[in-house]
């Protein structure tokens, strides 16, 4: 099993910035791609971003450019840094992290992220 816990969520202006961490404990060895997801109330989880073990990332059209997820295999965590933030991406934001071996998946409880304008 795999336990997530993410951190560093908040209330920020519109053009700023947030750094989202998510520290994974338990069967870590096992991990492969880790990643962001986001939900608002009402609508389905997206995807926001993902990043392979070997470092390989994946955005969101609509981060792109403005998202950087990164990943220390060392510390087992993975960081989402949200730069010229929007209104538009204000959600609860959950880390995800894949096991392909196993065939699972695993969530962390989710961080709110509130962008004002």
């Known amino acids: 099993q795999v336990q997530l816990v993410e951190s560093g969520g908040g209330l920020v202006q519109a053009g700023g910035s947030l750094r989202l961490s998510c520290a994974a404990s338990?069967?870590?060895?096992?991990?492969?791609?880790m990643g962001w997801y986001r939900q608002v109330p009402g609508k389905q989880r997206d995807r926001v971003a993902s990043i392979s073990r070997g470092g390989s990332t994946n955005y969101a059209d609509s981060v792109k450019g403005r998202f950087t997820i990164s990943r220390d295999n060392a510390k087992n965590t993975v960081y989402l840094q949200m730069n010229s933030l929007e209104p538009e991406d204000t959600a609860v934001y959950y880390c995800v992290a894949v096991r392909r071996w196993y065939n699972d998946t695993f969530w962390g409880q989710g961080t709110q992220v509130t962008v004002s304008s």
């Open positions: 338990g069967s870590t060895f096992s991990i492969d791609a």
